[in-house]
């Protein structure tokens, strides 16, 4: 049965920079299945960062250009790196396998139930 554990979040100054860890176990051999999560209080769930199907890393509008996923399947591990960060990436992180990928989209619907997530909170 696979499952994922999140951590590394905090709170940050805005501008500043976090890297959030996504540890799998269990049946996942291809850690680029995992992907990022986020909840922003009073928001839906959203799909921040992924790989889709051909290894691309793809990314929410918001963030591009400041967050990149990288994956290590020797550690099992998925990571987040933020930067520039900003007050409105104030929520809670969550990795999970996403339904379905193509080449050009990865879904919003996920495999596995929530974990607990991670906090990251952006505020001077």
């Not at 199907?53 to 591990?77: A, E, H, L, M, Q």
């Not at 960060?85 to 989209?105: G, H, Q, W």
Request: charged share 15%; glycine share 10%; aromatic share 8%.
């Amino acid at each position: 049965q696979e499952q994922l554990v999140e951590s590394g979040g905090g709170l940050v100054q805005p501008g500043g920079s976090l890297r959030l860890s996504c540890a799998a176990s269990g049946s996942i051999r291809n850690i680029q299945t995992v992907a990022w999560y986020r909840q922003i209080p009073g928001k839906e769930r959203q799909l921040v960062a992924a790989f889709t199907s051909t290894g691309t890393p793809t990314y929410t509008n918001s963030v591009k250009g400041r967050f990149t996923i990288s994956g290590d399947n020797v550690k099992s591990t998925v990571y987040l790196r933020m930067n520039s960060l900003k007050p409105e990436d104030t929520a809670v992180y969550y990795c999970n396998i996403p339904t379905f990928r193509t080449s050009v989209t990865v879904s919003d619907t996920v495999h596995l139930g929530w974990g607990q997530g991670t906090q990251v909170t952006v505020s001077s």
